[in-house]
C-alpha cells in the first residue's frame, strides 16, 4: 500500500508515542548475541583504521578502532563478558570502516560490542545511561519541543536550563539546542495536500529523518520540490527514527524497535516502484549498511538495496550534469564539509564536484576531517572538549575558504560548524533546489 | 543512466593517483574510483625507483640497473622514459614537500629497523637525515612506541658502517599518554603544541633531547613530528636544538604515508579530476572488447561508471587488487589472466627473503600495458593496467614499488587520456 | 657437591620436564638437557586436546581410563594452562549410529561423564557446527596449553633445585663398564638461558642415573648409547586457523580416521590431524594435501572452516612404539600407551631407562611411574607430590577466577594476561611502567616479554611460545622486531638482529602452509613491510661488501640552495 493511497498520518499522538518509545530505566532483555570473530578474519594490521579515527588523535584514553574492533573480538572467548569500557568513546564516525582495504566490518563490530557492552555492564541507573538515552531518542524529544516550538526554544536556550543539563545530566551548557522549526516538514506536507505530482514510473518515498522534520523542514521542502522538478512523485510514509543516534549509544534495542516500525512502513512501498531517499547521510547510512547488519527482520534488506541519498539519487538517475551546467544562480560561496557517514557511501565529493560546475558558485571542499560532533557524541559534556579539537581542523579550514556560508548533508556536522564559525549552513539540496525549481 | 566520464582510474594509491593526473593532462574529464584507503598508508612515504637489479646494489644511480632487470619487468616496457616521466608527474604533484628531484641518483635513508635503504624520492622532513650525507647523528625513541628502538637502530646503522657517528636514545614522551594512545595522538599534541606542566610539548620535548645532545649535529625521531603543522613542528625543535631535525621513515602506522597520500589527492582536485571513494568496483559490462561500464558495489546496489577508457590502478596482493584462494590466484574485476605455478608451495620460497614467485604475480601488460590473456592478446581494447596489479616486477627486492606504479601510471594514464580525447 | 643422586634428564618435552619436576620435588638432583627449546620436539607440536578420554574409549579403554583421571588431576594443579572447553563428539547423518551407542558405552565404562545432545542443542552450544548434524556427546575434552605446561614443570624444577639446560643436544651417551655413567653435551651457545652466537662448548655431564625421554628421538639417543628404541615415529599435520570458530572442542564420531578433531586453543582453532609412519622425526615431507584433507573434511562439521582463514599448518610427530614383534602395519593402530624400556633388563645396559609412547594429558602419570622407577633404581624412598602441588602460576586460584584487576591495561588485554600468566600476573604485569602492548594480536604487553626473557636468553622463539607473541595472525609482521628489541640494551645489536632473523624465519616456515587468500595478503604485506619499507633483506649491515656512501645523494643541491626543485630537468653534474 502506498502513501498516494492511504493519506500519510498527521502528528501523532505524543504521549502515547513517547511512552512507546521512551523508558531510561528499562532493563533490556538479553538480546541476540552476535558472534563477529570470523570478521577479525580480514584484519592484516596495516593500522589504515587507527590513523583514520579523529578520536584517537585527541583521546589517548581511547585505543583506536583496530584494537576495539578485530583485535577485541578475536580475544574474546565465548564465556568472556567483559567488552573494554573504552568503547564508550568510540564516536560511531565510522570513517575506520572507510578506511579499511580488507573488509573488516569495523563499525559494526564496535555497535555489537558497544550494544553488549551498554546491554551488560552498564548501569541502567547510571547519569551516564540516561543521558546517553535521552541524546539517542532525540526523536522523542523533538516530538515534544516542536509541539510548542517557540516555548521549547526559549526553555533550551535559557542558560539556567543549560546548566541543569550539564550538571544532571550531562548534556554539555556550552552547545545551544537547536532551534525547533514553528512548523514541522510533515506538517507543511500535510498543509500542502501530499505529493504534487504523480507518476507510475518515477517515485520516490522519502526519510526525512528527524532533524528536517522537526528543525530544518527547509531540507525536507527542497528535496521535495527538486524531486518534483524532475517529475519524481514523492511520498512521506509514517517513519521512526533511522537509528543512527541509538547506534552510536549502544542502545541497540531501540534501535531495533524503530528500525521495525520503519520497515513496516517502507520495505512494501519497494515492489510499487518506489526507491527510498533520504536526505540526512546518516540515516541513508543506517537504512544501507547499519539495518542489514545489526538486524534481522524482513524487509530491511530490500529496504537496503533501495535506499539512495538524495543527490546521489538524481546523479544515477537523472542527467544532473546537464541540468546543473544550463542553470545558474547568485553568485555566493560555500565552505563544504563533507560528512563521515557520506564518506563511507562515497558521496563525499559529489556536492563539490557537481556545484563547481554551477554558474555563481564558489565551493571549497574544507578537507578530509570528521567534524568532530558526531551526532550525540558531542553533545556529552565529558567529549564536548574533544569534540572541538577534532573539529578545529575543519573551523581553520572553513575560516580560510573563501565563502562564509557552509554546506555539508548532515544536520549535526551542521550544529558543529555552526557553532564553531558562526556561519550559516545550508544543506545541498537548498542550493539545488535554488538553481533548478 | 550511468555516470559518465572520458577516463575512469580504478584504484587509489601511488599508481592510480599518477594514472588520473596524467591522463588529465591530455585534457580528458578524469574520475578516479577508489574503494578504501589505500596501501600509501602502510608504506613509509619514501619513493623508491630501484636499489636492487640482479645482484648488483646498492644502486647509487636506479637507472644503471634497468639493464639488468628481466625482459618482462614493467620497467622494461614503459622504459627509461616512462620512469622520468612518472617522477615529473610526481615531482610536480608534491611540490617541495619531497626531495631528491635534483639528482638521478639514489639517496640512503635510515628506516626504522636500523637499516637503510636507497630511494629516489624522499619527504623534506627526512632530507636533513639522509645516510649518504655527513654528520654526527643521534636518534630518539620514545619508551611507548615500541616500533622505533632508537639505540638499536643507532648500533645498527653503524654496523652498517656509516660514516659518521651515530647514538640512540629512549625518551619518555613529555606528555603522559596512556602506553596504547595512537602515534597520531602524538602528532596532535605536537601539532597544536599542547601544554605539558605549565610548559608547552614542543619546548619540553626540545629540552629533554637537549640533554641528551652531545655533539651530534642532526637529531631524528620516528615520523611522529607533527601532522598538519609538521613543518612549524620540525623547526621548532631544531631551532630550539640548534641543529636539523628529521624523521625516520616508519612501517605503518605511517604518517608520512598518510601525508603523501593527502598531498596527491590535492593534486588530483586541482587537477580536476573527480573522485569517487568508498566503495568497490566489482563487475563490469562490456562490448566485444570494449568495457562499457564498471559496476561499483555501492552498499548491495551496483552503481554504474561509464568510460571511454579505463585504468585499472587496483594494487597486488597486498592493495587486494589480485585475490587468491587454495588453488588459483585471479584479478576480481575484469577476470583478467595472472599466471601462476599450479601448485601453491611454488607461490613461495622456503626463505622468508627468498626470490619469491608470489612477489611478481600480476596481471601481464602488452606494450600498451594492456593486460592480456594466456594467449598473449589484450583482454579489451580500452583496459589498462599499472602499479601493483601489474605483474614481473619484484619490487620488495628491487625497492622499486614506487617506481613501477609511478611509471606505469604515467604511461597507462598518458594513452587512457589520449585514446579517449583522440 | 650434593649428596643425593644425581639424574639426567634427556628432552624438554612435556615428559622430560614432568619427570624434572617430579624427580627434583622428591629431592634429587636433577638436571634435564634438551637439545632445543623446552618442547621443541612433539609436545610443542601438538593440538592441544586435554582429553576427557573419549577419543580412546572405543579402541584403547586403559587409555581412556588415565586420560579422565590425570583430566582432573591437570585442572588442578595446571589452571593456568587449561582452558575448560568441553567436547563434543558430533555424528554426521552418514556416521553409524552402532559407533555412537559404542561410544556413549565406552565412556560410561570408563567413568567419563557424558551426556546426548540433540542437534539442536549442539547447535546451540556451537552455533557454526553444520546444520545436518545428527546429535553429539558431551563429554569434558579442554584445551591445554603444552608450552606453558612445560615452562610451569621447568619453573617449578627449578625451584626445586634442578638445573634445566636448553639449546644443549646430547652428542654421546657415555657408557663406562657397560653401565652408562652419563652424558657429553653440546651446548649451543654456552651454559644457561641461550644467548645468540657464541661458539658451543662440550660438556660432560655425570649422573648416577640417565633417563631417555627423548619421545620420538628416542632411537637416536639410544643408538649413541648402543642400543635398539624401536621408536615408530607418525607425523600428523595441524592447520590453525585465524579465529576460533568454535569454543568446544569438536570429535567427528566416528571410528579412527583423519582429520577429525577441532580444538579451540587460546585465539585460534587447531584442525587435526593425519597419522603418517616416517622415517626421521626431523626430516619428513610436509604436504599440501594434508592441509587440504583438514580443510575440507572438517569443513562437514563446520562449515564455515572452509572460507574461513588459516594462518599456518604444522607437523607433528608421534613417538609410537610398539614392543618388538609386535608387527603392526598402521600406524594408527599402534597403542598410544607408554612404556618404560629400562636398559639394563632388555639390554643390559643399567643406568639408564627410555620412557615412549604415550600422550600430553597423561604426562605426569607417567612422569610419576619413570620417577618411582629411578628412584627404586637409585634407593630412594620418597612419595610423589605432583598430582597435589600446583604449577607455578596455577597456586591461587582466586586470580584465574575473577580477573578484576586490570593491571591498568585494557580488559581483553589484562584478561589474556591473565589467562596466560595464572597467578604470576601480579608480579609480572606491575613490573614494568609503561608497558605498551607488543604484540597486538595476542595482546602481549612489554612487562610479559621481559619476565619470559629471563628463561629464554636470547632465543624469541622461546619468548613467544611463553608468551604467544607472534602467534596471531600476522604472525610476526608487525611485532617480531618490537619482541627483537626487548633483548636491547641487555644483548648487543648484532644479538639482536640475529634472534630476530631466527623468529621471522621460524614464522615463515609455518606460514607458508596458509599461504592463499587473506594470509597470502598478509604474508605479502608482511614482506614488503620487512624487505621494502625496512630493506632487511639486503641489509648493508649484513653484507660483506661494504657501501660506497659517497657515490649516493647527500641532499646538497649543486647550486647550494636546498630548495632548488629541479622538476622537468635532471641535474646530472652534482657527482
Avoid at chain 2, 351 to 376: I, K, N, S, Y
Avoid at chain 3, 86 to 113: A, T
Avoid at chain 3, 464 to 492: F, K, V, W
Amino acid at each position: 500500500m502506498s502513501d498516494a493511497e492511504t493519506p500519510p498520518d498527521t502528528t501523532p499522538t505524543p504521549g502515547e508515542q513517547g511512552e512507546d518509545d521512551f523508558e531510561p530505566v528499562e532493563v533490556f532483555p538479553e538480546s541476540t548475541e552476535m558472534d563477529l570473530r570470523p570478521g577479525a578474519d580480514n584484519c592484516y594490521k596495516c593500522t589504515s583504521c587507527d590513523v583514520s579515527c579523529p578520536v584517537a588523535e585527541v583521546d589517548d584514553e581511547f585505543p583506536g578502532p583496530k584494537f576495539q574492533g578485530p583485535e577485541q573480538w578475536r580475544l574474546k572467548r565465548k564465556e568472556d563478558a567483559s567488552v573494554d569500557d573504552s568503547i564508550m568513546s568510540c564516536s560511531n564516525c565510522m570513517r575506520c570502516d572507510d578506511a579499511c582495504p580488507s573488509g573488516v566490518p569495523l563499525s559494526q563490530m564496535h555497535n555489537t560490542a558497544r550494544g553488549e557492552y551498554v546491554d551488560e555492564e552498564m548501569d541502567k541507573l547510571s547519569r551516564e545511561y540516561i543521558r546517553n538515552r535521552i541524546l539517542a531518542n532525540y526523536r522523542t524529544l523533538a516530538e515534544l519541543g516542536s509541539m510548542f516550538p517557540r516555548l521549547t526554544n526559549a526553555v533550551m536556550g535559557n542558560s539556567l536550563v543549560q546548566q541543569i543539563n550539564e550538571k544532571v545530566l550531562g548534556i554539555t551548557a556550552e552547545r545551544e539546542f537547536p532551534d525547533f522549526a514553528t512548523q514541522t516538514f510533515r506538517e507543511w506536507w500535510n498543509e500542502r495536500g501530499g505529493p504534487q505530482v504523480r507518476s507510475e514510473d518515477k517515485r520516490v518515498a522519502y526519510f526525512h529523518g528527524c532533524y528536517s522534520n522537526y528543525n530544518t523542514p527547509e531540507v525536507g521542502k527542497a528535496m521535495v520540490r527538486v524531486f518534483e522538478e524532475f517529475g519524481y512523485e514523492v511520498v512521506v510514509p509514517k517513519q521512526r527514527c533511522s537509528g543512527t543516534p541509538m547506534f552510536a549509544n549502544g542502545m541497540i534495542d531501540d534501535a531495533k524497535r524503530a528500525a521495525g516500525i520503519n520497515a513496516e512502513n517502507f520495505a512494501g512501498l519497494i515492489p510499487e516502484g518506489y526507491d527510498i531517499i533520504a536526505s540526512c547521510t546518516s540515516c541513508s547510512m543506517s537504512l544501507r549498511q547499519e539495518y542489514p547488519e545489526l538486524f534481522d527482520i524482513d524487509g530491511l534488506e530490500d529496504i537496503s538495496e533501495h535506499t539512495y541519498e538524495a543527490m546521489e539519487y538524481l546523479r544515477i538517475h537523472e542527467d544532473l550534469d546537464s541540468a546543473i551546467a544550463d542553470a545558474s544562480v547568485s553568485e555566493q560561496s560555500f565552505a563544504y564539509h563533507a560528512p563521515c557517514h557520506a564518506r563511507n557511501q562515497g558521496l563525499d565529493r559529489q556536492a563539490v564536484e557537481l556545484f563547481r560546475d554551477l554558474d555563481g558558485v564558489n565551493i571549497e571542499d574544507v578537507g578530509d576531517s570528521c567534524s568532530g560532533i558526531s551526532g550525540t557524541y558531542g553533545w556529552k559534556e565529558e567529549k564536548y572538549d574533544k569534540s572541538m579539537q577534532i573539529g578545529s581542523d575543519m573551523f581553520d579550514h572553513m575560516e580560510h575558504a573563501e565563502g562564509n556560508v557552509g554546506m555539508t548533508e548532515c544536520p549535526t556536522c551542521s550544529m558543529q560548524m555552526e557553532h564553531g564559525t558562526g556561519y550559516d549552513i545550508k544543506h545541498p539540496l537548498q542550493l539545488l533546489e535554488e538553481a533548478l525549481v | 543512466m550511468a555516470i559518465t566520464d572520458d577516463v575512469l582510474v580504478i584504484g587509489g594509491g601511488i599508481a592510480a593517483c599518477t594514472a588520473a593526473l596524467s591522463a588529465a593532462e591530455t585534457g580528458a574529464q578524469v574520475r578516479l574510483l577508489a574503494h578504501k584507503k589505500s596501501t600509501l598508508r602502510q608504506a613509509s612515504g619514501l619513493v623508491d625507483v630501484l636499489g636492487y637489479a640482479g645482484d648488483d646494489g646498492p644502486l647509487a644511480n636506479p637507472y644503471d640497473g634497468l639493464d639488468e632487470l628481466p625482459e618482462d619487468h614493467p620497467y622494461r616496457i614503459v622504459g627509461e622514459d616512462g620512469i622520468r616521466d612518472g617522477l615529473r608527474l610526481f615531482d610536480e604533484a608534491v611540490g617541495d614537500a619531497y626531495r631528491g628531484g635534483h639528482t638521478d641518483d639514489n639517496a640512503l635513508v635510515a628506516t626504522y629497523g636500523g637499516t637503510m635503504k636507497p630511494t629516489a624520492r624522499y619527504p623534506e622532513s627526512v632530507a636533513s637525515g639522509l645516510v649518504s650525507a655527513s654528520g654526527d647523528m643521534l636518534l630518539v625513541g620514545f619508551e611507548s612506541l615500541t616500533d622505533f628502538d632508537a639505540p638499536v637502530a643507532a648500533d645498527h646503522l653503524e654496523a652498517a658502517g656509516v660514516p659518521f657517528s651515530v647514538r640512540g636514545v629512549t625518551l619518555s614522551f613529555p606528555k603522559a599518554f596512556r602506553a596504547d594512545a595512537k602515534l597520531t595522538r602524538f602528532a596532535k599534541a605536537l601539532d597544536r603544541d599542547e601544554s605539558v606542566e605549565g610548559e608547552t610539548v614542543r619546548s619540553a620535548l626540545a629540552d629533554a633531547v637537549a640533554d641528551e645532545l652531545d655533539g651530534e649535529s642532526r637529531v631524528g625521531f620516528p615520523a611522529m613530528l607533527g601532522d598538519d603543522h609538521d613543518t612549524e613542528v620540525r623547526d621548532e625543535l631544531a631551532d630550539r636544538l640548534g641543529v636539523p631535525v628529521f624523521e625516520v621513515p616508519t612501517g605503518p602506522p605511517s604518517l608520512l604515508g598518510l601525508k603523501l597520500e593527502d598531498m596527491l589527492f590535492d593534486a588530483l582536485d586541482e587537477a580536476g579530476v573527480r573522485i569517487a571513494s568508498g566503495n568497490p568496483a566489482v563487475d563490469f559490462e562490456a562490448d566485444g572488447d570494449r568495457i562499457e561500464t564498471v559496476l561499483v558495489d555501492q552498499k548491495s546496489r551496483m552503481t554504474p561508471y561509464e568510460a571511454d577508457q579505463i585504468v585499472l590502478a587496483t594494487g597486488g596482493l597486498v592493495g587486494k587488487g589480485l585475490d587468491s584462494d587454495r588453488e588459483h590466484v585471479t584479478e576480481p574485476v575484469f577476470g583478467c589472466h595472472v599466471p601462476h605455478p599450479e601448485d601453491r608451495y611454488d607461490w613461495s620460497e622456503p626463505e622468508a627473503f627468498g626470490d619469491h614467485e608470489f612477489a611478481r604475480f600480476g596481471v601481464v601488460p602488452d606494450d600498451e600495458l594492456r593486460p592480456t590473456d594466456a594467449d598473449g592478446e589484450s583482454h579489451f581494447e580500452n583496459l589498462r593496467a599499472a602499479g601493483g596489479v601489474v605483474g614481473g616486477a619484484h619490487v620488495a627486492r628491487e625497492k622499486s614499488a614506487s617506481g613501477v606504479s609511478l611509471a606505469t601510471g604515467a604511461v597507462a594514464g598518458r594513452l587512457a587520456g589520449e585514446d579517449a580525447t583522440q | 657437591m650434593s649428596t643425593s643422586p644425581s639424574v639426567l634428564v634427556i628432552g624438554g618435552g612435556s615428559t622430560g620436564t614432568g619427570i624434572a619436576r617430579d624427580l627434583a620435588m622428591r629431592g634429587l638432583d636433577v638436571t634435564l638437557v634438551e637439545k632445543g627449546n623446552l618442547t621443541h620436539g612433539t609436545t610443542g607440536r601438538m593440538h592441544g586436546l586435554l582429553h576427557s578420554g573419549g577419543r580412546y574409549a572405543v579402541s584403547d579403554q586403559a587409555s581412556a581410563k588415565e586420560c579422565i583421571v590425570e583430566n582432573r588431576v591437570l585442572r588442578r594443579i595446571a589452571g593456568h594452562c587449561v582452558e575448560m572447553t568441553g567436547g563434543l563428539f558430533v555424528q554426521r547423518p552418514e556416521d553409524s549410529d552402532e559407533y555412537f551407542e559404542k561410544k556413549l558405552e565406552g565412556c560410561r565404562e570408563c567413568g567419563i561423564p557424558v551426556e546426548v545432545l540433540s542437534a539442536e542443542e549442539a547447535r546451540e552450544q556451537e552455533p557454526y557446527l553444520a546444520k545436518d548434524i545428527k546429535r553429539a556427546i558431551r563429554v569434558p575434552d579442554g584445551a591445554i596449553d603444552p608450552f606453558r605446561l612445560c615452562v610451569a614443570n621447568a619453573a617449578s624444577a627449578v625451584e626445586h633445585g634442578a638445573r634445566i639446560e636448553t639449546h644443549s643436544e646430547v652428542t654421546d651417551v657415555l657408557v663406562e663398564d657397560g653401565e652408562v655413567v652419563g652424558v657429553e653435551v653440546t651446548h649451543k651457545s654456552g651454559t644457561g638461558p641461550y644467548v645468540h652466537g657464541n661458539p658451543g662448548e662440550v660438556e660432560e655431564i655425570r649422573a648416577d642415573y640417565v633417563v631417555n625421554a627423548t619421545g620420538a628421538w628416542a632411537g637416536q639417543i639410544g643408538d649413541l648409547a648402543g642400543v635398539d628404541v624401536e621408536v615408530r615415529p607418525s607425523k600428523g599435520v595441524m592447520t590453525i586457523m585465524n579465529t576460533r570458530q568454535v569454543d568446544t572442542v569438536v570429535n567427528r564420531c566416528r571410528p579412527k580416521g583423519d582429520a577429525d578433531i577441532i580444538v579451540p586453543h587460546e585465539t585460534t582453532c587447531i584442525l587435526g590431524t593425519t597419522d603418517e609412519e616416517v622415517e626421521d622425526p626431523e626430516d619428513y615431507p610436509e604436504e599440501g594435501w594434508e592441509v587440504d584433507l583438514m580443510i575440507d573434511t572438517l569443513s562437514e562439521l563446520v562449515p564455515m572452516l572452509k572460507d574461513a582463514r588459516t594462518i599456518r599448518s604444522f607437523w607433528g610427530v608421534r613417538p609410537l612404539y610398539e614392543p618388538p614383534g609386535t608387527g603392526t602395519e598402521d600406524p594408527t593402530d599402534i597403542t598410544r600407551e607408554f612404556f618404560l624400556l629400562d636398559h639394563a633388563d632388555r639390554d643390559d645396559l643399567p643406568g639408564m631407562t627410555s620412557i615412549v609412547g604415550g600422550k600430553l594429558t597423561t604426562y605426569r602419570m607417567m612422569a610419576e611411574k619413570i620417577s618411582d622407577h629411578v628412584c627404586e633404581k637409585v634407593g630412594v624412598d620418597a612419595e610423589c607430590r605432583t598430582a597435589d602441588v600446583p604449577l607455578p602460576g596455577s597456586e591461587d586460584f582466586s586470580v584465574l577466577r575473577d580477573y578484576m584487576d586490570d593491571f591498568g591495561l585494557r580488559s581483553p588485554i589484562g584478561r589474556r594476561s591473565v589467562q596466560r600468566l595464572g597467578s604470576r600476573a601480579d608480579d609480572v604485569l606491575t613490573s614494568i611502567d609503561p608497558n605498551p602492548v607488543v604484540c597486538e594480536c595476542e595482546a602481549v604487553t612489554r612487562a610479559e616479554i621481559q619476565d619470559s626473557l629471563d628463561t629464554a636468553g636470547t632465543d624469541l622463539n622461546s619468548v613467544r611460545i611463553q608468551t604467544r607473541a607472534s602467534m596471531g595472525n600476522c604472525q610476526g609482521a608487525i611485532c617480531c622486531h618490537r619482541m627483537a628489541s626487548e633483548l636491547a640494551p641487555e644483548y648487543d645489536e648484532d644479538v639482536v638482529r640475529a634472534s630476530l632473523d631466527d623468529l621471522y624465519q621460524e614464522r615463515w616456515k609455518g606460514e607458508r602452509h596458509g599461504m592463499w587468500g587473506e594470509q597470502l595478503s598478509q604474508a605479502a604485506l608482511k614482506h614488503m613491510l620487512h624487505a621494502t619499507t625496512m630493506n632487511r633483506d639486503a641489509d648493508p649491515a649484513a653484507t660483506e661488501s661494504g657501501v660506497d656512501f659517497a657515490a649516493f645523494d647527500d641532499g646538497a643541491v649543486a647550486d647550494g640552495g636546498r630548495d632548488a626543485h629541479a622538476v622537468s630537468e635532471v641535474d646530472d653534474g652534482d657527482y
